[in-house]
């Protein structure tokens, strides 16, 4: 029987959960029963089992969710839409945490903090507050005892990892060492230090750039000398979710449609920025996480979730981003392998066809009728089919481009998203030919060539010293030629002996044919001797299982 590790009344809730929603493989395990073949539950208990386990659950489901080089689409889609119902505290528990635990008096700091919370999550919630400088802030505050909370169901999700990794999903990708990267990732927006580094970088790099003006794009502030791991005050932004904003009023004199336009791209300008040029990207552009403020600016909050690209595999990324508007079925191919972060044996022609049959269904569309999103969802669901493990991160990738292009759309309903982007490729190309410094590329690809000019004649002038005097040698290796040597080995041992076996049983024979006693006893001996080869060479063709 599958057992839990020991955490008090918390085990108890698991299974009691966990048996009470047709989870069949689950259920069988837990009461000793038939289990059968290890099955993970369907999309709809499972979300189901995720949220009535609660908030910690959710949010491993929600990082799930930024997996669809694991899952299916259905379990992306149902993971997709979790949220976590969670009341928030009351004003006394965070009155009380404020007063004992703030870096600084209260009354030194605050001229007022609100008591009724803007929002409440699984791991914090925020209130407004005035400083006695006057401005207005954030405070995020931790619940108090959600540590405790993360560090025991880490245990318990881990255990439930091992058993997970008897089935196939959890054969063909490392479940354990997957639960192990999801624990900590939530016990890493614990600290809310952390969110406040993310909120800064992104704050910082989005500040230079020539694709758009900086000053129509808000990162809020960080209060560094207020903010530790259990506090996080930022700078306040009065506005409202970008979905729900009325472009009619001012400050704008330009119509709904235009200053539409001009919204959609600036949003996708910053965040292609962030995907292809920074390579740190804010993981969540949900339509609540993009505010449209009161002076007409655009403003990005909630940096807990961010994902990181490395100079390659930005580069990869890139030429797909071409391969796929050129339907190039081939390079998609050739790329997906280069992604890869281990590659075994790889059936090129079916991952081919694969993108072939995926692409072709936007061969008669318009650019503008690209659901770019879903070509990059099934990118990832092509490398899962084939075996082929592609760096996490594009998981992340995936999922901002996902949430970023649904919120365009719902905004815009008229964006065309290669109208959009298409500027920002050749500008993407252009840096990758010359760098964003292109007389340092220069002077580098001069130095590269000096070098390449000092060593030929040295090398060619070797080689042809080797063919005049005949010593020159390859080395070459052929893939499989070892096996066919062995094999090859083989037969003619086999051969040989034969051979040999035939030898015997004719000298034994012409041997048997005289009347001398010795001859006789010699022509005994070889036919004994033959016998023992001829067995032997039977049972090792045998053994061999290809007598036919």
Sequence with gaps: MFALPQAGDRRGEIIKVLLSNGWDYMNGLLTMGKVGEPQIPTPEVLTKILVELGPFYVKLGQLLSTRPDLLPPRYINALTALQSNVPPLPWSAIDDLLQREFPQPLGETFQEIEPEPIAAGSIGQIHRAVLQSGETVAIKVKRPGIDAVVEQDSLLIKDVAELISRTEFGQNYDIVKLADEFTQTVKAELNFDTEAIYTNTLRSNLAKTTWFDPNQLVIPKVYWKLTNEKFLVLEWLDGVPILTADLSQPPSEKNITERKKEITTLLFRAFFQQLYVDGFFHA??????????????????????????????????????????????KRCAQLTVELSESVGHVNFQRLEVDYERMLRKYYDLSLSEFNFSEVVYEFLRIARVNKLKVPAC??????????????????????????????LITDLFRRQLFGTNPLQTALRTVLDLKAVSLKTPRQMDVLLDRLTTETLQWNVRIEGLEPLRRTIDKSANRLSFSIVLGSLIMGAAILSTGNDQQLTLIANVLFVAATVIGFWLVISILRSGRLK
């Design 394 to 423: 594009l998981g992340l990738y995936a999922k901002c481009l996902a949430n970023l292009e649904g919120a365009g759309r719902q905004f815009n309903p008229e964006l065309n998203l290669f109208t959009e982007i298409n500027p």
């Design 284 to 329: 969540d552009p949900h339509p609540g996480n993009i505010f449209y403020l009161e002076d007409g600016r655009l403003a990005l909050i909630d940096c807990g979730m961010v994902g990181r690209l490395d100079p390659r595999t930005r580069q990869l990324l890139t030429e797909m981003l071409l391969a796929i508007v050129d339907l190039d079925a």
